[in-house]
């Protein structure tokens, strides 16, 4: 095994914590995440769907540490690994029984299984299409506090909102070579061991390699991520914007096509409405937000000083001046997309953004969907259930459009 593969060992103190915490703790803590989760939604008058995976999500995440976490969940590439075999296999099943399931047929023969290992040995692109092929192409940032792997619900959402849009684009007679594939970045977990910048730097080394590639070119490409892969695209395109320096420079010849910011998290501060409003419904709750801060940016101090120094690579939205911060982004991106939910923690920071960068760029569009129903990163779940969801349907409506409009 790698060590981008390689799951990370427990201490026995820290074990014992874990086996107690699942029978002791999960099941009181899960019944009454769920009953509070399900009595908000009746008295906001909302959907109760999806909201026992919220209360689930607020259990691991708020009562685990990030160790036991990746203990108990298997690595990105091995996540990868397992969902790619077996919707392919799903895939080919379906289209022999229908040979007229252009969806199927057409997953069936573009998922193989392709992983490129980046330079520094601990991250690597995840391939969903064919990358040999495709002339359109996603550089996907998944989220998880910087502390948990990729779920498969994220290479489900990749599958449906940006892979079966190329053949759906297919039926309106649009050229027959046109295709996408996406690159998903395997990052290092930032406890222990790989905190900030790292995941940055690891992100502009997989843009370079995309580019060397010769395939892949700006204006072929879009970038985007949900929660902390929502924060990591901020990083980027901070980055190409003002280069951090400790990340390679990457230079573009022409605009990113588009970007996309799923429930991003974006500032270090509790300090927001919807923190307090939305604390217990979301499957993020507020007091462990502090603890990730400091396993992502090794404490306090150090973003801070980041934000004294009047730079927002890390935590854009707690800057005085984020407008001035993104000011000139339409040199680096076409089109920017930011979706978050009503009845997230992070709403606040995510409506800020998009603010910000339409008052700073008032020639790059920005589209901002708020939805009612929805709380923290709900096309994520989606794909946990492998439905084509409403969030799943608007992020590839708005995909086609950066591309086939």
Same mark, same amino acid.
């Given at each position: ?362 020639? /790059?569009? /920005? ?39």
């Amino acid at each position: 095994m790698t060590s981008a593969t390689k799951a990370p060992g427990l201490s026995l103190t820290g074990g014992l914590s874990l086996i107690l915490k699942l029978l002791v703790l999960a099941p009181p803590k899960l019944l009454f995440n769920i009953l509070r989760c399900y009595t908000l939604a009746t008295l906001r008058g909302i959907s109760l769907r999806n909201y026992a995976q919220c209360a689930f999500y607020r259990f691991a995440l708020g009562n685990l540490t990030a160790e036991q976490i990746q203990f108990m969940a298997p690595s990105t590439v091995t996540i990868y690994n397992a969902w790619l075999t077996r919707r392919q296999s799903r895939a080919a099943a379906i289209a022999s029984k229908n040979p007229s399931d252009k969806e199927a047929a057409f997953l069936a023969s573009r998922l193989k299984l392709d992983t490129e290992p980046l330079p520094d040995g601990r991250s690597s692109l995840l391939w969903i299409g064919d990358r040999h092929r495709a002339t359109k192409f996603v550089f996907f940032l998944h989220g998880g506090g910087y502390i948990a792997p990729a779920l498969k619900g994220h290479m489900e959402w990749c599958a449906r909102a940006y892979l079966l849009a190329s053949s759906a684009a297919k039926s309106k007679s649009v050229d027959q070579e046109d295709e996408v594939a996406v690159a998903v970045l395997q990052y290092a977990l930032a406890a222990p061991g790989a905190q900030y910048p790292t995941q940055l730097q690891q992100a502009a080394d997989g843009l370079a390699h995309l580019f060397a590639s010769g395939r892949v070119r700006p204006g072929n490409l879009v970038i985007g991520g949900d929660s902390a892969g929502g924060n990591l695209t901020a990083q980027m395109l901070s980055h190409l914007l003002r280069p951090h320096p400790a990340a390679r420079e990457v230079v573009l010849e022409e605009p990113l096509a588009g970007t996309f910011l799923v429930s991003p998290w974006l500032s270090a501060t509790l300090d927001w409405a919807s923190v307090e409003r939305n604390g217990g419904i979301d499957m993020l709750s507020p007091k462990p937000m502090t603890s990730v801060v400091k396993d992502v940016v090794g404490g306090v101090e150090v973003y801070e000083a980041e934000v004294r120094e009047k730079n927002g690579w890390a935590m854009p939205m707690d800057l005085e001046d984020a407008e001035g911060w993104f000011r000139g982004l339409g040199k680096v991106v076409k089109e920017v997309y930011v979706t978050a939910g009503e009845q997230e923690i992070l709403l606040d920071q995510g409506v800020a953004f998009a603010d910000a960068v339409r008052r700073g760029n008032p020639g /790059v569009p /920005v589209k901002l969907e708020v939805m009612k129903d929805e709380a923290h990163d709900w096309i994520m779940i989606e794909g946990e259930e492998g439905v084509d969801g409403d969030a799943t349907k608007r992020m590839r409506a708005w995909f086609t459009g950066v591309f086939w409009s």
